[in-house]
């Protein structure tokens, strides 16, 4: 039994050290949003942030994550209320949605370590993430809207 | 103002009616399936008329169905907004249901961007019938006159007394009334329209960033298997034998089942090869891997698709087949003062959806549904049937959204792999693609060869042009002895050449396929528009004219162009009359003036940069490109694109853009990386650091110019930007550089 934590709930989950956390958290704790792509960490579909960091979970074996807490998209806000979320709907990102999971969990990587990200920061960052739509332009407005947004709050609240 | 509220039980004694809910149902087929759902067998017993269906709930929620897959581009929200306007719902009420595989709702094939131009008229029908039969409801219950009442934002108002009924109240009586004739019928203006033309965000977006949307691989159902298959890695290969002793042993795993033969014509039945079935994707994928499996590879296993390149190049140069003229080429070149020749080659494609194909069946209660991420349910239902010797009424297939779709999820051959599973196993099964199957066991766009030959006069006209195309045919996987590219492929943008010319010959030669051969967004558009957009910007170069100048010039006379007509090619117009969409040279020269009245094209640039045009018409609408480039020590850069746009009245701008930006992203992975290599007859490449497509840094600035006439029918958006991406981006890097590259993709010559 692996002890993990999901989005602030307890989970004992059985599974293989091998297994990689995507697969645990899709086919076995049933939690859809985290999607797979590739299977070798080159699309960014499946990121989830583990203890704080962004990771590929396809290439993330269960075993390395014990006690671990991850968060996935279905964690950041219930109602798609987080500003991220709100520069995403604004900025009419998805087409066919299926990569802005991954995207979106990658941003908030980004804006967890740079609160002012240039076009350049951003692109770095996001380059993991692909998008076969071609979302990026919107990506990367609704990028800096999220962080013109979570500045003004982390100001408010300091 | 007098807002009468009937309690739904005044409404039900007044009306008589004691079932509920209210179901206006809508086919032109006259024949319904038994296996539809519940509200449509109650409409049986009245005239079927149109496609699509509106059902009003008693609290006033509007339900429509988009019978369409949605991988995008944005259809889902599209068609309910041009019901909803002729319906005069209010939008906040407005739920939209996906349809089932349903013959009734005519084709529901999304591809070939037909989803509104195709439908757009039967849409507005369908929202004006339901309409008219609220009002004459309402009319009836106030016996007025049905003059004297209007529909507006889901209420019917009556201009007498000013009272109003809701949609909600009205919806049992409304379902009693007979379907209004399609000429009774009274359509808003455009003026008035509410949601047609408007930006209205698409109706997923919510579900999409907090993760609850449910695409193919999302599908749970209780006791489900997960499958992984072993595909035989050459197209006609077969299993010889197989060991899987080791497989079983994984934890998870339950069963391991050969697939049946590919047959000879490959349609979308399965490929031949081992599945591994397990309770979990983990265990099927690793009990995959402890397969051991020998091959008979069978005839194919030679094929070098580099060697097959130099073929196609030989046979056109010998062996060409003519396929359409006009005048006498001949005497054409003799007479020109510069003849100018080129040859073009685009590799195999693959589609690369971000969500692989995913499909999942159940045989159940005598009937077999299916949940997938196709494009085309009533594929399923028919090519399953087939496989199955069973009805396709026998079938019940829910179209999940699709994680990106490209053309790819036209072709169902994964939900006949589940459905041959679910048969085998009796429990519900689902496929689950890996990328290395996608990319490996593909319907590949074909690789292609052109060649162009033209002479030009002193003035810098066109006097003469021969082309000549050669790749295998999509008509292959549907009949295996065609060998040649095919009519409906030749009017993707080669039959039906724009530019006036006294001399022209077009020409074809043979291609066997040795691999299966789909439709990837725009079709035979790709490698056609490439072809011929680089080929006249030599021949500008040559006559020493400005590209769109040049291109102007040629086009010659604002006119519409008959093909068959001029050179006897039987143009098929993307299934659209002439009539109703003329191949029309004023609007080629209004986008590419669109284009140029935006575009920097003349800019002076530093020295490695340079722009490059293209422009191309394709399922019936007209893009024009131009792209900025930078050449800098070998490293391409794609720096900025201008995409001008004329697809007739847009329903929704913001997709339209929204395509137009992913096909610009979309072209320069076609342009810049894409390519699919076979050799032994085995695909070489199997994920994105081998099969790379475009990502953020590679990404330029897209600016996207809507310049469209809404007074013109619409015309396709998903598809028709890809087709001039590629050309300009070529074009470009000729003006950055001074050298032609006449084969994609350019990451062979240039770090991207």
Not at chain 2, 580 to 595: A, E, G, M, Q, W
Not at chain 2, 699 to 725: F, R, S, T
Request: contains cysteine; glycine residues 8%; aromatic residues 8%.
């Amino acid at each position: 039994m692996i002890k993990l934590n999901v989005n602030d709930v307890d989970h004992n989950v059985d599974a293989p050290d091998d297994m990689p956390i995507l697969w645990v958290l899709r086919d076995l704790l049933k939690y859809k949003g985290t999607k797979f792509g590739c299977g070798l960490g080159q699309c960014g579909a499946c990121t989830v942030h583990i203890n704080g960091q962004a990771v590929r979970s396809c290439i993330t074996p269960v075993g390395v994550a014990h006690n671990a807490k991850i968060t996935t998209i279905e964690g950041i806000n219930d109602k798609g209320e987080h500003p991220i979320q709100i520069a995403w709907k604004e900025n009419n990102v998805p087409q066919c949605g299926y990569c802005q999971s991954g995207q979106i969990m990658s941003a908030l990587s980004l804006l967890d370590k740079n609160t002012n990200p240039t076009d350049e920061d951003i692109q770095e960052h996001m380059s993991g993430n692909i998008c076969r739509c071609g979302t990026y332009p919107r990506i990367k407005k609704a990028i800096k809207e999220a962080a013109a947004v979570l500045v003004t709050q982390a100001g408010a609240k300091s | 103002m007098n807002t009468s509220k009937l309690s739904r039980r005044e409404f039900l004694s007044y009306a008589g009616i004691t079932t509920s809910g209210l179901l206006l149902g809508c086919s032109t087929i006259t024949s319904t399936p038994s296996t539809l759902p519940k509200f449509v067998e109650i409409i049986d017993n009245t005239p079927q008329r149109l496609n699509i269906f509106v059902a009003i709930k008693p609290d006033n929620t509007v339900e429509i169905v988009s019978h369409r897959a949605e991988m995008g581009q944005g259809s889902k929200t599209g068609i309910p907004q041009i019901i909803a306007d002729e319906l005069e719902a209010n939008w906040a009420n407005v739920k939209v249901i996906q349809g089932l595989g349903d013959k009734g709702y005519g084709d529901q094939n999304t591809d070939g961007s037909t989803s509104i131009r195709k439908f757009y008229d039967k849409l507005r029908e369908i929202g004006a019938s339901a309409r008219t039969m609220l009002e004459q409801a309402a009319a009836d219950y106030w016996k007025v006159s049905v003059d004297t009442v209007y529909a507006k934002d889901n209420y019917v108002v009556n201009k007498n007394s000013g009272g109003k009924l809701s949609y909600g109240d009205l919806a049992e009586l409304a379902s009693k009334k007979p379907l209004p004739t399609v000429e009774s019928l009274k359509y808003k203006t455009a003026a008035d329209f509410n949601y047609i033309g408007k930006p209205i965000p698409i109706v997923d977006l919510n579900d999409m960033v907090t993760g609850k949307t449910i695409y193919g691989i999302d599908v749970e159902l209780p006791n489900l298997l997960i499958a992984s298959i072993e595909r035989c890695p050459v197209l006609h290969g077969t299993v010889k034998s197989f060991d899987a002793t080791q497989a079983l042993k994984i934890p998870g795993v339950v069963d391991v089942i050969e697939m049946p033969v590919t047959p000879e014509t490959v349609l979308y039945f399965p490929l031949s090869g081992v599945a591994v079935l397990a309770t979990n994707t983990w265990a099927a994928l690793q009990g995959r891997k402890a397969l051991s499996i020998a091959w008979e590879l069978g005839k194919n296993k030679t094929h070098s698709s580099k060697v097959a390149f130099d073929q196609f190049k030989s046979r056109l140069k010998n062996d060409p087949e003519t396929v359409a003229k006009k005048g006498d080429v001949a005497k054409g070149f003799s007479a020109s003062a510069n003849v100018i020749e080129a040859e073009y080659l685009v590799p195999y494609l693959a589609h690369t959806p971000m969500e692989p194909p995913m499909a999942t069946a159940w045989f159940h209660d005598d009937l077999c549904e299916v949940w997938a991420c196709v494009q085309n349910p009533q594929a399923v239902m028919e090519q399953g049937a087939a496989m199955m010797k069973l009805d396709a009424a026998k079938f019940k297939v829910h179209t999940t959204l699709l994680g990106g779709g490209f053309g790819r999820k036209s072709k169902t051959d994964f939900a006949n792999e589940a459905i041959y599973l679910a048969d085998k196993t009796k429990r519900p099964v689902k496929v689950v693609w890996s990328r290395e199957d996608d990319i490996r066991s593909s319907y590949y766009h074909a690789g292609s060869v052109q060649r162009m030959k033209a002479g030009i006069d002193h003035s810098g006209k066109i006097t003469s042009w021969q082309q000549q195309a050669v790749y295998p045919s999509i008509a292959s996987t549907f009949n295996s002895k065609a060998n040649s590219p095919q009519d409906f492929e030749l009017s993707l943008g080669f039959g039906d050449l724009p530019y006036d010319i006294d001399n022209v010959l077009m020409q074809k030669a043979t291609a066997e396929a040795p691999v299966r051969i789909g439709w990837m967004r725009s079709v035979c558009n790709i490698q056609h528009a490439f072809a011929l957009n680089c080929f006249i910007d030599e021949l500008a170069h040559v006559a020493n004219v400005p590209t769109v100048d040049f291109m102007i010039n040629s086009l010659g006379k604002d006119r519409n162009i008959n093909h068959k007509e001029t050179y006897g090619f039987a143009f098929s117009n993307y299934g659209e009359t002439l009539e109703k969409h003329p191949y029309s040279i004023d609007r080629y020269k209004s986008v590419l003036n669109t284009l140029t009245a935006n575009a920097p094209i003349n800019e002076m640039l530093p020295k490695g940069q340079g722009w490059g045009v293209a422009v191309h018409r394709s399922f019936v609408s007209y893009v024009a490109v131009a792209t900025k480039v930078e050449v800098l020590n070998n490293k391409l850069t794609v720096k900025e694109i201008h995409c001008a746009i004329d697809c007739g009245l847009g329903i929704n701008p913001d997709r339209i853009k929204a395509q137009m930006e992913g096909a610009m992203i979309f072209g320069t992975s076609i342009a810049l990386m894409g390519n699919i290599d076979i050799k032994d007859g085995v695909i070489v490449q199997s994920n994105f650091h081998d099969y790379p497509v475009t990502r953020m840094n590679q990404a330029p600035d897209i600016i996207v110019h809507l310049a469209y006439d809404k007074n013109k029918d619409p015309g396709g958006v998903g598809e028709p930007g890809v087709p001039p991406v590629a050309p300009s981006i070529a074009n470009a890097v000729f003006a950055a550089t001074g050298k032609r590259y006449r084969e994609l993709p350019l990451n062979q010559y240039f770090t991207v």
